[in-house]
């Protein structure tokens, strides 16, 4: 399978604890997206990246998030401290430059803070 | 910054009757799409309308895109069960090089047999 994939897919943990979401995008794919989505929501852009730079943040990223791609590939997103409102899916995308931007969706990670 | 809507939010439909799911976005957007998505599944790329009066076809769905009404639709031919998903529609702009995307609240569909 060469699409874009989540892990873990279901994240369960409790307030005040950390969790870390890893993304891998389509392998020739140099822009990452990270995206939130609520129940009953479209998503919502969090964070962009082109390569291994950061280029955009959302003004939903509060200081508790931080995203990396420390090599231009796989991607992670750490929320510190979570909160009940964390709760979301959380949604990886990739798109090729040139390519319409046309971004292509990982399965999302499911977080439950409780 | 754009802001996208959708409606109807919710759609109950009989199989094999038309309807129209309405886009309409509030300034100027690059780039036009819709998504499908499933319960607990992720987003399936359906259509990226790209200019003035683009029509594209898949199946029994045809989207379109009026930019000067700030319009598009998505068309649904003779719906099937199978149809059964929320449709999202996404404008983009471009911002510092690349095209944001934003999301509409999506319109969720439900086919009836």
């Known amino acids: 399978d060469t699409g874009v994939s989540q892990n873990p897919r279901h994240k369960i943990t409790k307030r005040g604890q950390n969790v870390t979401f890893r993304c891998d995008p389509i392998s020739e794919h140099n822009r990452l997206y990270w995206y939130r989505q609520t129940l009953g929501q479209g998503p919502e852009f969090l964070t962009y990246?082109?390569?291994?730079?950061?280029?955009?943040k959302s003004r939903l990223l509060s200081d508790r998030f931080s995203a990396e791609r420390p090599k231009g590939s796989f991607s992670t997103l750490e929320i510190q401290r979570t909160e009940q409102g964390d709760s979301a899916m959380y949604l990886c995308?990739?798109?090729?430059?040139?390519?319409?931007?046309?971004?292509?969706f990982g399965p999302g990670t499911r977080l439950t803070v409780l | 910054e754009l802001k996208v809507e959708q409606n109807p939010l919710f759609l109950s439909m009989q199989e094999g009757k038309n309807y129209t799911i309405y886009c309409n976005y509030s300034?100027?957007?690059?780039?036009l799409y819709w998504y499908r998505q499933d319960p607990g599944k992720s987003l399936e790329s359906l259509f990226v309308l790209l200019s003035n009066g683009a029509v594209k076809q898949e199946g029994r769905l045809m989207a379109s895109l009026d930019t000067k009404a700030r319009l598009s639709t998505l068309h649904i031919t003779a719906a099937v069960h199978d149809l059964s998903a929320t449709y999202f529609c996404?404008?983009?702009?471009?911002?510092?090089?690349?095209?944001?995307?934003?999301f509409g609240t999506g319109t969720k569909l439900q086919v009836i047999p």
């Open positions: 996404a404008g983009s702009m471009n911002s510092g090089g690349y095209q944001k995307v934003t």
């Open positions: 300034t100027t957007s690059d780039r």
């Open positions: 995308a990739s798109s090729l430059v040139g390519g319409g931007n046309e971004q292509f």
């Open positions: 990246f082109q390569n291994e730079a950061q280029l955009e």
